[in-house]
C-alpha cells in the first residue's frame, strides 16, 4: 500500500546545514510536499516539487527528489534556532488526498 | 484576510460524550478538507466537503463521526460518544480548488481533541 516513511529526529548544530529524508510508494505521485509544524501551531507548507522536476530551490531551502529510488529530501541551510520544529514529507495521491510521513523533529543544538 | 479558524484548540470530553469542532475556511474557499492526527503519525485524510456536499468521507470512521459544510457557517466534524482512541488533533484545510492539490490549501492550527 501506499506510505510515507520518514526518520522520528533530526539534530544539527547551528548554522549548519539540515538535510531530512524522505521515501515513498506511490509512483504515480505528482506532486510531493514539505510541510512545518512549530509547537501547538498549525502546518505551514514550506515547498513543493513536481514530480517531474529534480531539484527546486527557495532561499535556505533545497529539495531534491530522485524518481527511481522514490526518494526526496529537503536541505535548510545555516540552520537556526527558528527552524526547529516537526518538518512532515507527504505525496499527493489523488486531488485532495495526502498521505503523510510520521514528521522528523528537527533538534538545534547551539 | 484572516486564515483557516478552528476552535475550540483544545477540546476534553468524558468516554460517551460528544465532540463538535469547527473550521471556518479562509475567505472564498469553498473546499474544505479535515485530517487526523494521532500522536507520532502522519496525518491521515478523513473527509472532503464542499459547500453543502460531501464529496469523499472513505477516511472517516463509519459510526460516530459525521462532517458537514453548510452553506453558511463553519464546517463541523461531529464525533458521537467519543472514546479515548479518538483523542488526536484534527486538522482542517482550505481550498479555492483542488486542481492544483494542496499547492493552494492553507492548515488551521487544528484542534486537539482529549478524551479521559
Known amino acids: 500500500g501506499e506510505d510515507v516513511e520518514q526518520s522520528l529526529f533530526l539534530s544539527v548544530r547551528e548554522g549548519d546545514s539540515s538535510v531530512i529524508n524522505c521515501t515513498y510508494t506511490?509512483?504515480?505521485?505528482?506532486?510531493l510536499y514539505w510541510y512545518k509544524q512549530e509547537p501547538g501551531a498549525g502546518l505551514q507548507l514550506l515547498t513543493y516539487?513536481?514530480?517531474n522536476m529534480d531539484m527546486k530551490q527557495d532561499q535556505r531551502l533545497t529539495v531534491l527528489l530522485n524518481k527511481k529510488d522514490k526518494h526526496l529530501s529537503l536541505r535548510i541551510a545555516d540552520t537556526q534556532t527558528g527552524d526547529s520544529a516537526i518538518y512532515f514529507c507527504?505525496?499527493?495521491?489523488?486531488?485532495?488526498?495526502?498521505?503523510w510521513g510520521a514528521g522528523t523533529k528537527l533538534i538545534i543544538k547551539p | 484576510n484572516a486564515g483557516v479558524m478552528q476552535n475550540p484548540r483544545h477540546l476534553v470530553r468524558r468516554r460517551g460524550q460528544e465532540a463538535r469542532l469547527r473550521c471556518s475556511p479562509m475567505?472564498?474557499?469553498?473546499?474544505v478538507y479535515w485530517y487526523r492526527q494521532l500522536p507520532e503519525e502522519g496525518l491521515k485524510f478523513m473527509v472532503y466537503?464542499?459547500?453543502?456536499?460531501?464529496?469523499?468521507e472513505s477516511g472517516m470512521p463509519k459510526e460516530r463521526f459525521s462532517a458537514e459544510f453548510p452553506k453558511e457557517g463553519p464546517s463541523i466534524l461531529r464525533i458521537q460518544q467519543v472514546v479515548r482512541g479518538d483523542s488526536a488533533a484534527y486538522f482542517c484545510?482550505?481550498?479555492?480548488?483542488?486542481?492544483?492539490?494542496?499547492?493552494?490549501?492553507?492548515f488551521g492550527q487544528g484542534t486537539r481533541l482529549t478524551v479521559v
Open positions: 484545510a482550505s481550498s479555492s480548488s483542488p486542481r492544483r492539490g494542496f499547492a493552494e490549501a492553507f
Open positions: 475567505k472564498g474557499h469553498s473546499h
Open positions: 466537503l464542499q459547500k453543502e456536499n460531501i464529496i469523499d
Open positions: 506511490d509512483s504515480s505521485s505528482t506532486y
Open positions: 516539487i513536481f514530480s
Open positions: 507527504a505525496e499527493r495521491v489523488s486531488n485532495y488526498q495526502l498521505i
